[in-house]
């Protein structure tokens, strides 16, 4: 694919990530046929390791259409890690805040501007115990909705065996394999042209985690559970056992 539009701090970017990418995993990536050439579209990415931001923005930025992803917007700054997203046109997100709806637009002018967005719908490093993506927040069906531009599929699985989740130190030895596998896009098609209410982008959310953990599921060789993890409901598991626990033991002491 023609590389279009890279600039300046993308490719310095590469400069300084891909040498020690390169050393520490090797490369299993498919799918890249399915990356538009042109055109705006969104990727619906997992996530499952502190490093896979980088190891993924590699894969794309081999196929030439380069992501713009969202991310925390304390990021934006940090010196030069903030000079480093403002230039290569990252987008903040800024939570719980009169602008948490600017990610939003941003995401849907990107898009119209014929730009690629990088989701993480997850919204965080899965919780999932054995690692599969959660339920996901509504945000990637939101902005796929307004524009109705392809939404692009991807798993990976291999940076979370070199940095695991949540872990501080990465683990070498062996060296590990990024995986990663794009898939043809989501038909969103039955949900155009119809009032976006939360169950609307529920239901739309839930059919693109579907596609991610399929191609995951192609991957890993394996079934996913047919639940996904879901942390709001776990929350509201452990808070209730919490509570049965100490009901438990305060009937115990009288």
Not at 34 to 52: K, L, Q, Y
Not at 99 to 109: M, N, T
Not at 134 to 153: E, N, S, W
């Amino acid at each position: 694919m023609p590389r279009r539009r890279i600039g300046f701090w993308y490719r310095f970017a590469a400069v300084l990530c891909k040498p020690p990418l390169v050393v520490l995993i090797k490369r299993d990536w498919r799918g890249m046929e399915h990356i538009p050439a042109d055109g705006g579209f969104i990727t619906a990415v997992n996530h499952n390791s502190h490093a896979d931001p980088f190891a993924y923005a590699h894969y794309q930025y081999n196929t030439g259409r380069v992501p713009r992803f969202l991310a925390k917007s304390g990021l934006f700054k940090k010196g030069f890690v903030g000079a480093a997203m403002r230039g290569t046109g990252q987008i903040p997100v800024y939570r719980e805040t009169t602008d948490a709806l600017s990610a939003f637009r941003a995401a849907i002018d990107a898009v119209q501007r014929g730009e690629c967005v990088a989701f993480y719908p997850e919204g965080t490093i899965t919780r999932d115990p054995a690692q599969w993506p959660m339920t996901g927040k509504t945000g990637a069906a939101r902005v796929a909705l307004t524009t109705k531009c392809p939404v692009i599929p991807v798993a990976q699985w291999g940076a979370n065996e070199l940095l695991p989740p949540y872990a501080k130190k990465p683990n070498i030895r062996p060296r590990k394999t990024h995986h990663v596998l794009a898939g043809p896009p989501v038909d969103l098609s039955r949900f155009y042209d119809k009032e976006m209410t939360p169950d609307l982008l529920k239901e739309a959310t839930a059919v693109i985690m579907a596609a991610i953990t399929r191609q995951l599921e192609e991957i890993r060789g394996e079934k996913a559970p047919e639940t996904p993890y879901d942390p709001r409901r776990e929350r509201i598991e452990q808070r209730r056992r919490t509570q049965t626990q100490s009901g438990q033991e305060e009937e115990s002491a009288k």
